[in-house]
Nanobody, 111 residues
Framework: QVQLVESGGGLVQPGGSLRLSCAASGNIFTMGWYRQVPGTQRDLVAYITRDGSTNYADSVKGRFAISRDNAKNTAFLQMNNLNSEDTAVYYC????????WGQGTQVTVSS
């Protein structure tokens, strides 16, 4: 069974940057991230298809960039100009036969 391993979360000051990684243990199709604040729904942040097509939530357009390395079955989310509203648990996902989820990584933006 394919599994996802996330890395790269942490604490950053407003205006700072973080890079998330999500590595899959097998071949996958679309990959991306959702994020969730406790007590709220999980919202889509960005996704990228195997051929490189991307989609972003309006709130992160121009600040976040998603990319992938198909040879390594790994996706990356570069997050720039972070603000407090980006604080959340970020969950990587990958679509194969069904949807697979990563374990989640905390991103905290605070001074």
């Amino acid at each position: 069974q394919v599994q996802l391993v996330e890395s790269g979360g942490g604490l950053v000051q407003p205006g700072g940057s973080l890079r998330l990684s999500c590595a899959a243990s097998g071949n996958i199709f679309t990959m991306g991230w959702y994020r969730q604040v406790p007590g709220t729904q999980r919202d889509l942040v960005a996704y990228i298809t195997r051929d490189g097509s991307t989609n972003y939530a309006d709130s992160v357009k121009g600040r976040f960039a998603i990319s992938r390395d198909n040879a390594k079955n790994t996706a990356f989310l570069q997050m720039n100009n972070l603000n407090s509203e980006d604080t959340a648990v970020y969950y990587c996902f990958a679509d194969r036969i069904g949807r697979i989820w990563g374990q989640g990584t905390q991103v905290t933006v605070s001074s």
